[in-house]
């Protein structure tokens, strides 16, 4: 196990060193000139060429990159000409736009983040898995036949297009809850719970088709096999089978595939946070791109695949936990 | 590469079904391409996708001709439609809906709501084909490299692979529009851009596909009579590699429509004013009680839509491989109560006694496949990277 551990934490770096290498490449050697971005329209090329001084552009590109690397390990100092700024240790650079760290623009973005993921892991959980139950339950009957076709109809379909329908029902219609907009949970938790009602669900029940379909899935696979038919011997009741016994198969796929979906809108459930805005990673990004801040796109990215990378890691560690069949190597 | 799949089959609803390698397709399953048909044509549900679809397709590349015939375009403003004095909500029932307008028009401009949602479709599936040729093309290219080539070679594409099915792709696609010069075409972006991170999945499976065929005899021996391996690749391997990849692109191309709809709704995508779904519902926010049906049009077009590739996508995965739909029948109440089942299962009934135990051998590959069935003594290998095949966008 710690072998294994070692050795996946060990590949995961390199993953996301050559993910740095490909990224910073990407955004830096891109056409347009970063300095110039990062000075603005109006500014003179004297400016400019302070600019340059200050993010140091003059030096070759594999030096840039390796600065880029130091500051993210040890961090790394900025010159203005006349006084020094330091960026501490993970440090992504300075923002363009605002010329804040990048570091610190993320950090603050991560709460409302990981609400809107929290909530709608648990949304996604008890519907998709008691979805996924029922119709495993039911299975040959009619309401297994809506289910399916309702799960299918929704797997694969936009968030946004759920989003916009509870929208303009709840919010636009019948008048139950106000437009959301964010509230920090340290501010007023009663507000930030209300506000998030509505991305949940949205972001909850979109999810849920995956797993309703994984858990009956599961569920029906574990059915078939030969421990199941010896219950069915002994005359264990059906329903003791499937929600004691079948669901034990759902539970390894289910409990990884939630650790990944988790990381993944860590680093930002994109379409939902700028449908209802909330000011989370994923909006970040959208607006860094939108005035092509270079730093903060970068940060997001490499942020977004640290996320993504560990998820991995943990699904797999958790998979092996649930499902003690399986050995980690 | 871990070679034991975690997600039954049914599960994530597109594992992929062994090709049936040439002819050792058993005489039920797999087969011809007549025989894939029928069976398609036995299902309503798929049928009435395709028609949609058809008709969809058929609307999109008609699109100049209806508008000449309604003497619309898609860019013209029409001030007098819109009552500004109520911020732009267009004049008349629903929308503005008239004899010229047979869908109304555009809050706020005008412009004619059926040109707008024709050639939004025209530009959803040209970015959703074009992409999806790409990621085919690269796919199978890269699959079949790795599968032929040396282990080096196999590991670091593998590696390549893995890192981009990982990775989500709208995040890393919304990331890269930031580096591209403004002038750049669009949907031509969009296309390349979903092309060049989208191939993993199908890397991936022909990459087992061809690690599996590698070793049946009609390969060796094409092999053996000296033919080197990129005519072995073309002659042998590829014809029987077209099943799976079939069933993939069914897959991607519904979600290549979402990836390039919900780029626009970001307004990352297709640039004003050409026009396109995702654009349309991202501006329908400010219009919900005004103009309900700016809303519920282009949502209801984007539903219906990927909905039918959906239904189609799973239509075909199963007349592809109908074993993959009985193994999933097996001890449901029907099948145990010896009741005349429903079609479905009347249909497999011979199969469901004996249960089809020996599944097509040489499945490897992470992609494919159930886990198998273990007793409690035999450990799995450690699972590897575990990844949902379909990404969802967020």
Redesign the interface.
């Given at each position: 196990m710690t072998l294994?551990l070692l050795r996946r934490l060990g590949g995961a770096l390199l993953?996301l060193l050559?993910?740095s290498v490909l990224?910073y490449g990407?955004?830096y050697l891109?056409?347009?000139d970063p300095a110039r971005l990062a000075c603005g329209e109006r500014c003179s090329p004297q400016q400019i060429a302070q600019v340059r001084r200050t993010l140091g552009l003059n030096e070759s590109v594999v030096t840039q990159y390796l600065h880029f690397l130091q500051g993210i390990v040890a961090g790394r100092d900025y010159s203005t000409g006349t006084s020094v700024r330091h960026c501490a240790a993970p440090c992504l650079g300075l923002s363009y736009q605002s010329d804040q760290e990048v570091t610190r623009l993320i950090l603050e973005r991560l709460p409302a983040t990981a609400s809107l993921a929290l909530g709608a892991l648990v949304i996604w959980l008890v519907i998709g898995v008691g979805v996924g139950l029922l119709s495993a339950l039911r299975?040959?009957?009619f309401t297994e036949r809506a289910l399916t076709v309702l799960t299918?109809?929704a797997?694969?379909?936009?968030?946004?297009?759920l989003g916009?329908?509870l929208?303009?029902a709840v919010?636009?219609?019948l008048r139950w809850l106000p437009f959301p907009s964010y509230v920090p949970f340290t501010e007023n938790p009663e507000q930030w719970a209300w506000n998030l009602l509505l991305p949940w669900l949205t972001?909850g029940l979109?999810?849920s088709a995956?797993y309703a379909?994984?858990?009956?899935?599961?569920t029906?696979?574990t059915?078939?096999?030969?421990h199941?038919r010896t219950f069915r011997a002994y005359g264990v009741g059906e329903r003791a089978i499937v929600t004691r016994h079948a669901l034990r198969?759902a539970v390894?796929?289910v409990i990884?595939?939630s650790a990944?979906?988790v990381g993944?809108?860590f680093?930002?459930?994109?379409?939902?946070e700028?449908?209802f805005g909330i000011p989370g990673l994923?909006k970040t990004?959208?607006d860094?791109?939108?005035v092509?801040d270079?730093p903060v796109?970068?940060g997001?990215?490499l942020v977004?695949?640290t996320a993504?990378?560990l998820a991995?890691l943990l699904?797999?560690v958790l998979?092996?936990v649930a499902?003690r069949?399986?050995?980690?190597? | 590469m871990s070679t034991v799949a975690?997600?039954?089959?049914?599960?994530?609803?597109n594992a992929l079904p062994p090709a049936a390698p040439g002819g050792a397709a058993p005489a039920d399953g797999g087969g011809t391409a007549r025989a894939v048909l029928r069976r398609l044509r036995r299902r309503p549900a798929a049928l009435i996708s395709a028609g949609v679809l058809a008709l969809l397709v058929l609307l999109a590349l008609a699109a100049p001709l209806i508008t000449a015939l309604t003497g619309q375009d898609p860019h013209t403003y029409h001030d007098d439609l819109v009552d500004s004095a109520r911020g732009g909500v267009p004049v008349g029932p629903l929308g503005g809906v008239s004899a010229e307008h047979w869908l109304g028009v555009e809050p706020g401009t005008g412009r004619d709501l059926l040109a707008r949602l024709l050639h939004g479709a025209r530009i959803s599936l040209l970015v959703a084909a074009g992409a999806t040729v790409v990621q085919i093309s690269i796919g199978v290219a890269v699959g079949l490299a790795a599968g032929l080539g040396s282990p080096l070679l196999d590991s670091l594409l593998s590696?390549v692979g893995d890192?981009l099915v990982?990775?989500?792709m709208?995040?890393?696609g919304?990331?890269?529009?930031?580096?591209?010069?403004a002038d750049f075409p669009r949907p031509l972006l969009l296309i390349l851009l979903i092309g060049a991170l989208g191939w993993g999945g199908t890397a991936r499976i022909v990459r087992a596909q061809t690690l599996t065929l590698k070793r049946l005899d009609f390969v060796a021996a094409a092999r053996l009579s000296g033919h080197g391996p990129w005519r072995v690749a073309r002659r042998e391997l590829l014809p029987s590699l077209g099943a799976p990849v079939i069933t993939y692109a069914a897959v991607l191309l519904?979600?290549n429509i979402?990836v390039e709809?919900?780029l626009s709704?970001?307004?990352?995508g297709v640039k004003p004013p050409t026009p396109s779904w995702?654009q349309m519902?991202s501006s329908?926010?400010t219009w919900?009680?005004a103009d309900?049906m700016y809303?519920l049009l282009p949502?209801g077009l984007?539903?219906v839509t990927?909905?039918s590739?959906?239904?189609l996508g799973?239509a075909v995965r199963t007349a592809l491989d109908p074993r993959e739909a009985s193994?999933?029948a097996?001890?449901?109440?029907?099948?145990r109560s010896g009741r005349p089942a429903?079609r479905l299962n009347g249909r497999l009934s011979g199969r469901l006694n004996g249960?089809p135990a020996g599944r097509p051998s040489g499945r490897s590959g992470a992609a494919q496949g159930?886990?198998p069935?273990?007793g409690?003594s035999?450990?799995?290998?450690?699972?590897?990277?575990?990844?949902?095949q379909?990404k969802?966008?967020?």
């Open positions: 294994f993953v050559t993910l990224v990407l955004f891109a056409p347009g299975r040959g009957g299918l109809a797997t694969g379909m936009p968030v946004f297009i916009l329908l929208l303009m919010c636009a219609y972001l979109f999810e995956k379909r994984l858990t009956r899935g599961a029906l696979e059915l078939a096999e030969d199941v198969g390894p796929p990884a595939l990944l979906d993944t809108m680093g930002g459930a994109v379409l939902t700028s449908l994923g990004l959208i860094g791109v939108k092509i270079l796109v970068v997001v990215v977004i695949g993504v990378v991995n699904a797999d998979y092996a499902d069949r399986v050995v980690l190597s | 975690h997600e039954p089959a049914a599960a994530g609803g590696r890192i990982a990775l989500p709208l995040v890393v919304i990331a890269l529009t930031a580096v591209v010069p519904p979600a979402v709809a919900s709704f970001l307004g990352v995702g519902l329908a926010q919900f009680r309900p809303v949502a984007l539903f990927v909905l590739f959906t239904v799973e193994r999933l097996v001890g449901t109440r029907r099948e429903g249960r159930p886990r069935a273990l409690p035999e450990p799995l290998k450690s699972p590897g990277p575990l990844r949902p379909k969802t966008l967020s």
